[in-house]
């Protein structure tokens, strides 16, 4: 038995499926299943919907980015606001601090896709937008979480300044370094394309994302030999992600990858003082195994 410091899923949305939750929904198929399974934080990626600014309100120990950033044209309409010039950069910087976000989430690519040929969809900023977002939101005291896919974008949002790279799919050594220099940190959601890998029946397309994924294992451990803060999210809500039971399959994929069980859990639970406050977990020997007995106590929620 092992007494830890309750669950922090670092890369979540409301939603389900990858659509908008009925209101009921965000109690019952969003927050308990997860509270349920002892994570008590999160960090809400964005949604175009805010339902983060909302849930603050009830769950103190979540954050929020609000509504996401895209640039229009590209991915992520679903996640926030479209920008189309710096005007609109500035406009929605201001809007989110207004409402009271805790850190600006960015959209600097597409997602990986099943398709060689094109190994992520389209979508993202250029390197000059990247950089006054990271401005403007250091200025509103914000900092910013990247999604992003591709060594280019990656790299754009790396000499930009972001305090977080979210996916980081086909990232490269020459970011690796960076993110070490720069003490970037890494929530990698290996689980989530794992779940869209299984989604695909065409065997030549699973056998290059099972490639991809592999490779991505790779740079997670290579990652945590050079430092990198490694976090474990789930980017549950999207399509096969489910809130609670997904962010375990990522922390037995950060395992697979080659990081200690002492250091899986460090990268999925929140600090030690949890457990002063009453809030913990109780683990047993069988918790990567999928079979285990889980206690969860939480004094205060709200
Ligand atoms: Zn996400």
Redesign the pocket.
Known sequence: MKKIPPFFDR???FLIEGSKPKAHEIDDRIIAPMLKRGILSFYD??GKGEHGLVIKSYCRHMKTAGAALYKKGGYGSF?GIGIDNKADISRAILNNAGKGVDFIKVINSGIVSADPSQAVSSGGFSREEMRMIVEEAAERGLRVFC?CNGEQSILDALVSGVSSI??GFFITEECLQIMASQDTSWTP?IF?LKAFRDTISDIEARRYLDSVIDKHLESVYRAHRLGIKIGA?S?S??KGVRHGESFFEELKLLLKAGLSKEEVLRAGTMEEQELERGNYVVIDEGFFEGNSNMEVCFSSII
Do not use: Q
């Open positions: 890369h979540i949305h990626m964005g996640l999604h979210e996916h959601t989530a999210g980017d809500g999207a």
